[in-house]
């Protein structure tokens, strides 16, 4: 009987197994896709053709294409095979350990820098899709409300250590931090003037310290020993 258990509990753990690799390759397979064709032009059936797998499969692993883009969204951000909650994010929690001001805005500075190398992409695929699909609008706006959120609880965060600048309220500085990191700014330095990512994180620590902090110190930026 305990053997029969154990093989029921085995064969079960391999299944689950089997379809979180196969969801997995079918969020591959609609990243690639969407990048390359854009979300209107690609077809579940092209998603399902990319990963391997019937039609059926993507709407019982993953959903609709919404959903699907929901997912591409969620992993980029989190930077797993899954959606991972803010507060339980690595960078996050160096945040809160670190007591320097400055310092808690350059870990985060890193920690946008290499969101922003697997979101920004996305970010091409819901501009061109959003005019059209109001379910794609509706979800940047509720993943952009969310970011504002979490923008300011960032910024208490950061003045938990230090003074903002004078006159400088939580909410306006959050909406400083939502701004500066978005894709759209991440896109503009790296894809139409040519900035590495490196160069983007340390200009984008160096801007939020100047704008921020009352005793920000200038931090040497990379960016400024070789201007063009």
Do not use: C
């Not at 903002?164 to 990191?181: F, K, Q």
């Amino acid at each position: 009987m305990g053997q029969e258990v154990n093989r029921r509990a085995y064969d079960s753990s391999a299944r689950r197994a089997r379809s979180g690799e196969t969801r997995q390759r079918i969020v591959a397979a609609a990243r690639a896709s969407m990048l390359a064709k854009g979300y209107r032009r690609t077809s579940v059936a092209d998603i399902a053709a990319g990963a391997g797998v019937n039609v059926d499969t993507v709407y019982d692993l993953v959903g609709r294409k919404p959903v699907i883009l929901r997912e591409l969204i969620e992993q980029a951000v989190s930077g797993a095979d899954h959606p991972v909650a803010a507060e339980q994010r690595d960078y996050v929690r160096a945040v809160r350990a670190e007591p320097d001001p400055r310092q808690k805005l350059a870990i985060y500075a890193r920690a946008v820098r290499h969101t922003m190398q697997r979101l920004a992409p996305l970010f091409t695929v819901i501009s061109e899709a959003s005019p059209s699909e109001p379910d794609v609008a509706a979800l940047w706006r509720e993943i952009s409300e969310r970011r504002a959120a979490n923008m300011r609880l960032f910024v208490s965060e950061v003045n938990s250590a230090g003074t903002l600048r004078t006159g400088l309220s939580i909410e306006r500085a959050a909406d400083i931090v939502w701004t500066l990191n978005s894709p759209d700014v991440y896109l503009l330095f790296t894809e139409q003037r040519g900035w590495s990512p490196d160069e983007f994180e340390h200009w984008l620590a160096d801007s939020w310290a100047r704008l921020l902090l009352d005793d920000a110190t200038r931090p040497v930026s990379r960016r400024a020993s070789s201007a063009r």
